[in-house]
């Protein structure tokens, strides 16, 4: 041990034993002796090794429980009335005191244990006694106090140093964190704090904890204690999503970013989609926020190399059942609240809801869900967009891939259209679903809702049947962002799904695919770009398929075109 450091451990010693933890005045020169210890102790990772193989653990050691019972008993045999003006000075100081000692010590620990495995794990064993502090810290009576919030912030920055890198801790920390009980977890009080930098404090810790290990990151996702954590995440998330560039908060919202990356890369997203969910909920303001995040990741993960393009390429494929399920669950409510309220409360009604009737009248019921479906559908419509394009995408540009990654970017796109569920194709479910919402959400045309009567359905189609003029569908209001991009999303869906895929144009046509295309070809100010994405899925729909191109040319218009090019009087073309 050199001169240098030896002087400096003497300094600590001393400092220690000239200090009680009931005398007040004596707590100011220990913190100040920490204080300039700390100091040195950042400069160099020598001096850091060296101090902490000198005798000073045992100080160390005594100081977290002399603080620790100091704080926790600070009430304990207090009498005093809340109008004794000098005891409640004099509790004030005390206490103040104490939260300054323990600054102190946090961040002469810090640095102490900063790269160095052997102070870590002799700080470690203090983990209880800091862990207690951190709840005493984080209480509800101490969470809004500017002191309280910068002992906690120091003492978790304190905390993640001590286990960062070292995967022995690390493990330990993590397992006893996720098993016990809700109200004993630090973690997540921490993250209920309104303090920006104690939520990059933690969301630092959280990272370091899940960054090179699956079995951590699952037990996230799949653990009770786990998901209650997610939860608290994702609102947070929300929370942050407005903070300036460069703040505090924008970096603790990065973090939570990467956080749920590494949740989706792991491939466990879909655990995490589940662990969300609440009984009788078809979605769940969490889950959706959960899809904008996957919205985010899979629209901005770049590709740098052929290791990077396999690594997203299978993250793609995991995703693919979760993304089909969900959106025919999404779309199943959808169709089923959408025909409930276009059918009209009036007696003897007609109860096929296959149809729409031809009777005016209010609607029987509206879904009050319902826009945070269509929410949820949008971004779930947008994941599977990028998911196949990425796709198609690499397969066009990297003629010289191999043989197993080529087929796995086809299955990709094979994957959506083959999938069925009870008998239904996606396609034939994604166009039934088109049609009711050309007739549940009106296009928005100079801020003004426009009349649409769509054409037949599914079973009609089959039947070779007319279908029955449609009621006056009731007009969710235009400002609802729930339906806002939702058919333009869709419409952009089906004309992926159907390029150069011959089986799939020949599906669509036997729904009336076609017809419910051409009848999209509008401007709507609720779908930006609807009429070019619908043109773009008829070029898809007629590419290279004559029987498709047929159907086209027996239609013809009627009525007169207006001066957007949208018919007028006949929303509806019609066969000859």
Known sequence: MSGDVMQLVTQFKT?????????????????????????????????????GVGEVWTEIHKLWRDLVHAQLTFWDGDDSDDGDDAGSIKERKKQHSLSSLCVSLARFMRNLVAGVSGNQIKAFEDEPIIRRLLHYYTSWSSIENEEASFTARILTQMLSNIITGNEALISNLWETYLNLQED????????????????????????????????????????????RICIILLDDMVKLYDADEGSEGARAFDVGYSIFTRIIETGLMPDLYTELAIMDEIVTPHQTTLLKLLDSYLQSTPVSSPGTQSRITKTHVKLCPMLSNLFFSLSTYAQTAMRRSLLPSVPNAVQDHSIVVDVQGPPAQLDVLLPKVCEALVLTAQCIITITLAAHSHHHSSPTSSNSTASTHESIHAFFNQIHLEGVGLVENLVELLRLLDRFLPRINFGKPVATSAGPTVEQTKQKETPAPSVQAPTPAPGNPGFNFLKRDLVRLLGILCNEDRAVQDRLRKCGGIELVLNLCVIDERNPYLREHAIFALHNLLKDNPANQAVVEEIKPTGQWDENGVLKDTPRAVRK
């Open 184 to 227: 004993q977890v630090i973690l997540i009080r921490l993250l209920a704090s309104p303090d920006n930098r104690i939520l990059l404090a933690v969301l630092t810790m959280i990272i370091n904890c899940v960054r090179e290990s699956r079995s951590r990151t699952k037990m996230l996702t799949r653990t009770p204690i786990g998901a």
């Open 15 to 51: 400092a220690c034993a000239n200090y009680d933890i009931n005398a007040i005045d004596s707590h100011t020169a220990l913190c100040e002796t920490l204080d300039a210890l700390a100091g040195d102790l950042g400069k160099d990772g020598e001096t850091r090794i060296q101090f």
